[in-house]
């Protein structure tokens, strides 16, 4: 997407939106008051967000940032140490995260051959870079390329399926699909 315009942000991000808020803030007339700023802050700050590969990135913090400021206006406070403690310090799910995990395996099976073999040895059977270097027959600085560039293809495969929010450890703490017609990963 080349200079989005608020029309088209909104058509391709609103529900999507409106899910993440009303996830996190009780009452439709609540929620339409976040999605109402939401769309405000992104209207008054599209023209200067330089690289649309981080639009969607974008907009989620400004969902989380309006969400907590919907919060903040509520309890009277600007102090995050006396949110409701699902805002203030937000945890990861051991299920959620485990969840993801077993999409690992599908997701993978959508990469090349090659980079599937680097990634079941040197993520899920934890060889060393040395090791595997030993094993494939190349410099430990080639594995280290090959490693890091499967691991980009599969965070691709995966982003390109679902929205993913993480947190500050990079747990997955909740997630939106995408698309229909995904099937890669499980989710509903």
């Not at 969607?56 to 009277?76: I, K, M, N, P, Y």
């Not at 299920?95 to 690992?104: G, I, K, Y």
């Not at 090791?131 to 982003?159: T, W």
Request: aromatic residues 6%; neutral net charge.
């Amino acid at each position: 997407m080349s200079r989005a315009s608020t029309e088209t942000v909104w058509a391709q991000f609103g529900e999507r939106l409106r899910a993440f808020i009303a996830k996190r803030v009780k009452g439709e007339a609540d929620v339409e008051d976040v999605l109402q700023d939401v769309f405000a802050k992104i209207h008054a700050g599209l023209g200067g967000l330089n690289e649309d590969e981080k639009l969607e990135a974008w907009l989620f913090q400004v969902a989380r940032r309006a969400t907590l400021d919907h919060f903040r206006r509520r309890s009277g406070s600007r102090r995050s140490s006396e949110l409701p403690e699902e805002l203030a310090e937000p945890k990861h799910d051991d299920d959620r995260t485990a969840e993801v995990a077993s999409w690992l395996e599908p997701m993978m099976s959508l990469l090349p051959e090659e980079d599937r073999e680097v990634l079941r040895l040197a993520d899920l059977e934890g060889l060393s870079q040395k090791d595997l270097a030993a094993r494939l027959r190349i410099s430990v600085s080639g594995v280290k390329s090959r490693v890091q560039g499967a691991r980009r293809r599969l965070k691709e495969a995966m982003l390109n399926c679902c929205h993913f929010e993480m947190d500050r450890r990079g747990n997955a703490m909740d997630y939106t699909r995408k698309r229909k017609d995904c099937g890669s990963c499980s989710c509903e």
